[in-house]
């Protein structure tokens, strides 16, 4: 039987969820110990696609009978989605996950009680409608304080209220390069510190816990300073995070894993290496290729080449969209390393700019995981970004820019 998901999808069954049973039984392990009030704090990093909110959501399915389990994803923070990131925003976000959570477990007399404490504590300057919750709006930044110590609290208040019905209380913290936006979005002259003061505010919360642990995720490449800044010796965890890594199938495992879960699908020996070549190993590209190629037919290294450059446009749907929310500038410096990869200065001299002056685009660039700089050189470091580029050059003569 047939039973390939699209690569868009993050929540999987239990059949579709394949070959992570080690992965899955370390991070289990290591969560478990919450239950004996020393619980964990991790990150779990790997490329995009590779399947790390899949994973995620089958540790949370498994656990969730014993525990009470946060799930937030910071890219759907209220702020963020406005291009302003703010701490405010932030705490209403994991507040909301906690209500949530604890309506899930039926513990409505909590849920009552720390809604009728925050409705007592805080003024409300409005209310927006986020996926039809209501979210209300704190009056100025001088309720942070009070915002923060309620919020950061609370799941160590649900489990001294419910440690007969938990074994631990579990916050996972997806998509975490978006708190870089902490930074981008500052007006103040000390907004490169914003960062930095927020980690260091959110662990001197987490510290004291004893009954929860926290799992950080998200798609970074190895140099993005976030990394060092929670996970480093001079982070904000000082080196004690611990650190899982979800890496791409190897050969072997996509081979057994297209036999099984598509025997429809008839790839030679050449095809097979092309096949591999072009998703290498990622979830996201093999699910949505297989999806695209055609079944019962014998596919060479010629028939995948030309299936790939057919399906660019939608395997690289994602990179389309981060395209789509870039200014022409930023969009200029990606169109010009299509080429070939460019010193600073090169680019500074092609757009007529200082070299200074792209400090901030360059960066934005980097921590969006859309180029990397080695010995000088500023390369693309996402093959389907490129490819997809490249291939609306040779077919429409120009490249898509977008002004915004």
């Given amino acids: 039987m047939e039973d390939i998901p699209w690569g868009t999808d993050s929540q999987l069954t239990d059949n579709q969820f394949y070959n992570r049973e080690e992965d899955l039984e370390f991070i289990k392990n290591l969560l478990n110990t919450t239950a004996s009030g020393s619980p964990p704090t991790i990150m779990l990093s790997g490329t995009r696609g590779v399947g790390k909110t899949v994973f995620l959501k089958k540790v949370k399915k498994d656990m969730e009978e014993d525990y009470l389990i946060s799930y937030v994803d910071l890219t759907q923070v209220y702020s963020y989605q406005l291009g302003r990131l703010d701490e405010i925003s932030l705490m209403h976000h994991f507040y909301k996950s906690w209500i949530d959570a604890c ?188 999806k695209l190629l055609q079944k019962n037919v014998t596919l060479t290294d010629k028939n995948v080449i030309d299936e790939f450059q057919g399906g660019i446009p939608i395997l690289a749907d994602h990179f389309k969209q981060q395209w789509a929310g870039l200014n022409l500038s930023e969009q200029k410096i990606l169109s010009y390393l299509v080429i070939k990869p460019i010193k600073r200065e090169e680019i500074a001299k092609i757009m007529g700019r200082t070299s200074g002056s792209l400090s901030k685009i360059l960066n934005k660039l980097q921590k969006a995981d859309l180029i990397i700089s080695e010995n000088g050189l500023y390369f693309i470091s996402q093959p389907l970004l490129k490819a997809w580029l490249k291939q609306e050059y040779e077919k429409r003569g120009v490249f898509p820019f977008r002004v915004v």
């Avoid at 982070?235 to 890496?247: D, E, K, P, S």
């Fill in 103 to 290: 309506n899930k477990k039926n513990f409505s007399t909590l849920v009552n009680k720390m809604r009728k404490f925050a409705i007592k504590k805080f003024k409300i300057k409005d209310v927006a409608d986020v996926g039809g919750y209501p979210l209300p709006i704190p009056h100025s930044e001088e309720d942070f304080d009070k915002l923060i110590d309620f919020v950061m609290n609370m799941p160590q208040e649900i489990y001294n209220s419910h440690s007969k019905d938990l074994k631990g209380v579990i916050m996972i913290i997806d998509e975490f390069q978006a708190l870089n936006d902490l930074d981008n979005t500052s007006n103040n002259s000390n907004k490169s510190n914003r960062l930095d003061r927020f980690l260091w505010l959110f662990r001197s919360f987490i510290q004291n816990q004893k009954n929860v642990a926290y799992v950080f995720s998200g798609s970074v490449n190895s140099k993005d300073t976030i990394i060092e800044k929670i996970a480093g010796r001079s982070g904000a965890f000082g080196g004690r995070m611990l650190t899982l890594q979800i890496n791409p199938f190897n050969k072997e495992t996509v081979y057994n894993y297209l036999k099984e879960r598509s025997p429809s699908l008839k790839l030679a020996d050449s095809g097979f290496e092309r096949f591999y070549s072009c998703t290498k190993g990622i979830p996201y590209y093999v699910n949505t290729f297989t």
